[in-house]
Each structure stands twice: as structure tokens, then as C-alpha cells.
């Protein structure tokens, strides 16, 4: 068993094709082709199989493999990184990803002192879904996501970073800024902005179960998928929406946009770090998470939380 032959199988499991794997390991595809046909030769059972002219599924003996290759791809990765440590050398790679409206509103400040300390550290930050980041962890595609806590499965591990409640977001001087406890009704008898049913971890479906219950009839005027695009139509008046509102930041500045607490409709939640449970970080990566916490620990003691913008309903 050669080491392309590792590199080339895991390639086309990850990405379910021999063309766009051959691109990936810089061969041609009838190389890779025979690198895998000789693999499957020498474990005398078959890897892959075809599903018409261009799908290709993993058999059991496949799926086996695809975990040992993982495996063995980590821990060279790992070694890589011990022995950068040992020469002394600051060098590695650090992939993480999250929600836009994460990267933007709190990530960004942490970015300048983690290069400067790291210059030699190679980066790759993803702007993806909650979903997206869940499936990069567990793929182990990727070093750690941002996502919510409540988002999370129980295969992964989560580390609480900050404290986010659901909000009502209006225009500034709408009627229900002057309410004492907006309720279900109120809200269903203005237009909505929400996120499009098939993105999960938003809280529409909670919301929709919600006025069922209760028959409440309501009109969706716009979906949208960024909070960032929802807010510019709300402070436009086309009408209300949702927002996951975190601690630390205050609320965006020159923006007639008024925040309603829901938190008699929605408990609060966290964004939290998510990692593997087998995920073992290089010096490099837990010094990120060091700057990331800013020496804070985790849980309900966290600060207040300060409105702001972080992710639609």
C-alpha cells in the first residue's frame, strides 16, 4: 500500500468523483484510477461502486477504509506540526469556519494579533451555514467552527464563547418597540422577514409551530438568508424580522433599527467553539482559542449580553 494511494481514495470518497479527485492530487484521472483498482486488489474486496455513468457510493469495506485514511492523514498532519515545534518553527495550518455574520460582527478584531504572533501559520477561514460548519467538523475538513451551541450534535464537543437571546428586529418607532411584552399575535399581524424554510437551526420552524398552535394566521413578505440584507429591508419598513443577539458588542451605530427581547418565546443560547472529540490541537491552534476566549472561561457567568447583530431569527 503506497501513500498516494491513501491520499488518491480519500480524495475521491470526499469528493465522489475520479475526475475532480484527480484534479485535487494533480493526476490524471486513468492514473488514479489504477492507484485505486490496485488498492482494491491488495485488500482483496471492492471500495467503490458505480451508480449509473457519473455516482459513485462507498461499499462497507469503502467506508472502513475511508476512517482508516482519515485517521492516518490526521496524524500525519499531527507529525508535520510536532516537528515544526521541535525546530522551533511557527509554522502549520489553522481551518475554521462560521456563519458570515459571525466572521463579521466577532471574529474580525481577533484576526490582526493572531497573525502578527503566527505570521508563518497558514489560514483558510470559511464563511458557511451552521449546517455547513457541522459538516466540515465531523469531516474533519476543518480544525474547529463557530456555530450555535444548540446547533451542535452530541458527537462533537462545544466550548461556550458568547451568550446570544433572540430578538424582534423593527424600524425605529414602530408600534411594538412601545409594547411591555410583545406576543404572538402582535407579530403575526405584521409582514415577516425570515429565512428560507430549508435552512435548518434558524428558528422559523419554532416560530411557524408556534402560530399553528395557536392559529394564527401571518404573511411572510420576504425570505432572506442573511440577517445583514433582512435588517436593511426592516429599517426600510417592508417589514419585521428575527435576530440572534450577542453579548460583548454594542448595537451598529447610524441604524434606525429598534432590538424587542423574545425571551419569554425563545430560552437563550450560545455561539460555541466546535470540535471533534478526537480533535487534537497543535500549539499554534489552541493559540488561537486563547485569543479567541481572551482568557475567559465558559458558561452562565458570561457577561450581559449587549445587542447585535449576529444571525437571523
Not at 459571525?102 to 505570521?119: G, K, M, N, S, V
Not at 437571546?165 to 415577516?192: D, F, Q
Not at 430560552?267 to 500549539?283: H, S, T
Amino acid at each position: 500500500m503506497e501513500w498516494q494511494q491513501i491520499v488518491g481514495f480519500h480524495q475521491v470518497a470526499r469528493l465522489g468523483s475520479f475526475t475532480k479527485a484527480a484534479e485535487a492530487t494533480f493526476r490524471t484521472q486513468s492514473a488514479l484510477s489504477q492507484q485505486i483498482k490496485a488498492l482494491e486488489e491488495e485488500l482483496a474486496c471492492p471500495l467503490l461502486e458505480r451508480i449509473g455513468k457519473k455516482k459513485l457510493r462507498l461499499t462497507p469495506a469503502g467506508e472502513r477504509f475511508l476512517r482508516f485514511s482519515e485517521a492516518i492523514l490526521a496524524k500525519y498532519a499531527e507529525l508535520q506540526e510536532d516537528l515544526n515545534e521541535m525546530k522551533g518553527l511557527q509554522k502549520g495550518h489553522l481551518r475554521l469556519a462560521a456563519p458570515f455574520t459571525t466572521l463579521y460582527h466577532l471574529f474580525r478584531d481577533l484576526l490582526p494579533a493572531y497573525i502578527h504572533q503566527f505570521p508563518h501559520v497558514q489560514l483558510s477561514i470559511l464563511d458557511r451555514s451552521q449546517e455547513s460548519v457541522m459538516e466540515l467538523v465531523r469531516a474533519g475538513d476543518i480544525d474547529f467552527g463557530l456555530a450555535l451551541e444548540s446547533a451542535a450534535p452530541k458527537d462533537l464537543v462545544t466550548r461556550r464563547w458568547h451568550r446570544v437571546e433572540k430578538a424582534l428586529m423593527t424600524p425605529l418607532g414602530h408600534p411594538l418597540v412601545s409594547s411591555k411584552r410583545v406576543t404572538l399575535e402582535e407579530i403575526a399581524r405584521c409582514p415577516l422577514i425570515l429565512p428560507p424554510q430549508s435552512l435548518k437551526y434558524t428558528g422559523r420552524r419554532t416560530l411557524e409551530d408556534h402560530f399553528r398552535k395557536l392559529g394564527l394566521d401571518y404573511h411572510i413578505i420576504m425570505e432572506s438568508s442573511n440577517v445583514e440584507l433582512s435588517s436593511l429591508y426592516v429599517e426600510m419598513g417592508l417589514g419585521i424580522s428575527f435576530a440572534t443577539v450577542a453579548s460583548h458588542l454594542p448595537l451598529p451605530e447610524k441604524r434606525k433599527l429598534a432590538f424587542i427581547p423574545l425571551d419569554h418565546y425563545f430560552p437563550p443560547d450560545y455561539i460555541a467553539v466546535v470540535l471533534r472529540k478526537d480533535k487534537v490541537l497543535a500549539p499554534h491552534k489552541q493559540a488561537f482559542l486563547e485569543i479567541l476566549f481572551g482568557g475567559r472561561g465558559q458558561g452562565p457567568e458570561d457577561p450581559d449580553p449587549l445587542p447585535n447583530l449576529h444571525k437571523g431569527l
